[in-house]
């Protein structure tokens, strides 16, 4: 079965950087649009950046120039770094995979805390 396992979260102080991955398997990677999202207490999910199969990218406006999705479809793994973190930043974040024929699925997430 598709199985996403993020890992790189922790904790960093304000203007730090980290990178997140995502080692996808049990599916063809190289089909599949992929994606970062971040979720806070009490809020729904956001879209961070998401990422074609071809690798055309879609950074969230909060986030532009500051973070970069890539993925290296020879490791199945998506990436997403991060620099000039902000406290704002702070939450689990989620790496989805979503299929041609809209069937998605999700990491278990990984705590991201940048401290002020």
């Known amino acids: 079965q598709v199985q996403l396992a993020e890992s790189g979260g922790g904790l960093v102080q304000a203007g730090g950087s980290l990178k997140l991955s995502c080692a996808a398997s049990g599916m063809t990677f190289t089909i599949y649009d992929m994606a970062w999202y971040r979720q806070v207490p009490g809020k729904q999910r956001d879209l961070v950046a998401s990422?074609?199969?071809?690798?055309?990218?879609t950074p969230a406006d909060s986030v532009k120039g500051r973070f970069t999705i890539a993925r290296d479809n020879a490791k199945n793994t998506v990436y997403l770094q991060m620099n000039s973190l902000k406290p704002d930043d702070t939450g689990v974040y989620y790496c989805r995979a979503r299929s041609p024929s809209n069937i998605v699925y999700w990491g278990q997430g990984t705590q991201v805390t940048v401290s002020s």
């Open positions: 990422i074609t199969p071809r690798g055309t990218t």
